[in-house]
């Protein structure tokens, strides 16, 4: 003889339901953010010979020694070596789009040394950075922009005007700044090559530990971006 169950016991049945249901979405829910932290971030170097290693074993360069330093500490990282020595930032404007691949997460932007050097108007070289960081930004990519410094030989005016570029569009596009990629090796004969432009192989050391703290910071937004776009 069956028995009817009561509205009560129905009602519980439906209960312990929904909350093996909810429990099994909190769970997969968990895996997926685990699984998005654990993926590595997927980093561009995009710059010029001082990116790519002019003169260099390829582990020494820039975004290999970059990379080894960040790994040390538990990040998971692949940086991709975007640098071609020469490279004005109208030559990075102009391969940008087969430089940086989907799903790179943020970039390195390393451009305008070679612009100084050849004393190209600053309004030039400004107007090429901001179209670079406008298509980065377009895209939702992070960006880490490294700032130059101007030869003194073309003279007071050029330097305020080419030296500002920086920090202004760092500002305008909410970008992260190191203020000078070679802060601490410039015009150190022993971390230079003998041409006194290119570091040695000790001399990316130093830049590396340098700007270390602000690839850190760099990698913070990508994971709150990832975490943002995971709650969403």
Known sequence: MKVKQSASAVLRQMVRRMALVNLWLVASFGAALAAEAAAPLRIVAFGDSLTAGY????????????AAALEAKGYPVEIANAGVSGDTTAAGLERFDWAIPEGTDAVIVELGANDALRGIDPDVTRANLDHILAKLRERNIDVLIAGMK????????????????????????GALLYPFFLDGIAMDAELNLEDGLHPTASGVGVI???????????????RDRRASSSKS
Do not use: C, S
């Not at 003169?55 to 970059?66: G, I, V």
């Not at 101007?150 to 596009?173: C, M, Q, S, V």
């Not at 590396?208 to 990508?222: A, D």
């Open 55 to 66: 003169m260099l074993a390829q582990r020494d360069a820039f975004p290999e020694q970059l």
């Open 150 to 173: 101007a030869p003194k030989n073309w003279g007071k005016d050029y330097e305020t005007r080419y030296e500002t570029i920086f920090a202004d569009l760092a500002a305008k596009h």
């Open 208 to 222: 590396v530990e340098r700007i270390l703290p602000k690839v850190e910071e760099l990698i913070g937004r990508v």
